[in-house]
């Protein structure tokens, strides 16, 4: 018995005619056939489909066009290693990743609550537990003494004893200890409980602003642009508690050069901070970070 084929359209293939030729009608098919079951992944990728698709139509993208800015994906991803991760990079030089933070704390910032600054690309999993009045610069590191004080509170001004607080900062040379053979394991990093009033307090160093990588495809961007790839002097943290939404924040230098103009944009608000100095040459930082009612989620960290 011969099986030969038929050149007539499958019934059980839902379709009995092309795809006419316009945009429209393109962009419908493309819709059509994203039917995830998960509700909310299916409103993320309608959106993305339609803006991408408006996006094209928009500055009347060329092909040759497509495929450089595919090519450059491909080199975000081909840079991203487990000592860096060139997508978060990308995300923050857009301004993406501030606005995504801006928008998920909306309701703690109606309320006086701290704003959330970027997590970054050199959070490492795994930091040191120290105690309170620590110091988390090794001794070979020099520069300006610094103290870190500060409390942790919910938005009702209340304080959440036995809080955890990570902190992370670059050393006075600008580069974190992953990025810098000279440096201890887990230097300028660390992690602290409060107390029963809901403190903290840490000596460091006063850290220094630097520029973020410009050895990969980000930077070939930020060139392309004629940016600032620098970022000013700042503090990490990542404040949580049993029954609070996570923080992630970063205090900033008010004074650094580099302040206002701050090349990933987390420089918002009230995070600009004076360092204040003493006469004996050391500075002090005092930071209140307010909490969030909510499910307690912490991120993962991009770094080993």
Not at 178 to 207: C, I
Not at 222 to 237: D, G, T, V
């Amino acid at each position: 018995m011969s099986h030969a084929i038929s050149s007539e359209p499958s019934r059980e293939a839902g379709t009995q005619c092309a795809i006419p030729a316009t945009p429209q009608a393109l962009l419908d098919a493309v819709l059509a056939v994203n039917r995830p079951q998960d509700p909310r992944t299916r409103e993320i990728l309608d959106s993305l489909i339609r803006h991408l698709h408006a996006f094209a139509a928009d500055v009347t993208l060329t092909y040759e066009e497509l495929h450089k800015g595919l090519d450059f994906l491909v080199r975000v991803g081909q840079a991203t290693n487990p000592l860096r991760h060139e997508g978060i990079l990308l995300a923050d030089i857009l301004g993406v990743a501030t606005l995504v933070l801006l928008m998920d704390a909306k309701g703690v910032l109606e309320a006086g609550g701290t704003e959330p600054a970027l997590i970054g690309p050199f959070w490492r999993a795994n930091q040191p537990v120290l105690e309170n009045g620590a110091k988390i610069a090794s001794d070979d590191t020099t520069g300006a003494p610094l103290l870190v004080t500060g409390r942790i509170c919910s938005l009702d001004g209340k304080p959440l004893a036995g809080a955890r607080l990570e902190t992370w900062q670059a050393a006075p040379s600008g580069l974190y200890e992953n990025q810098d053979p000279h440096q201890e394991d887990m230097n300028l990093r660390a992690v602290f409980v409060t107390d029963e009033d809901g403190r903290y307090w840490f000596e460091s160093v006063k850290p220094a602003g630097y520029g973020v990588p410009i050895d990969g495809p980000c930077g070939d961007l930020l060139a392309m642009q004629q940016r600032n790839h620098m970022r000013p002097a700042h503090l990490h943290f990542i404040a949580s508690a049993p029954g609070h939404k996570v923080l992630t924040t970063q205090i900033f230098d008010a004074n650094d050069p580099f302040a206002y103009s701050d090349a990933a944009f987390g420089a918002v608000g009230s995070l600009l901070r004076k360092f204040e100095a003493s006469s004996d040459g050391t500075f002090h930082l005092d930071v209140q970070l307010t909490l969030e009612p909510g499910e307690t989620r912490m991120p993962s960290p991009p770094l080993s």
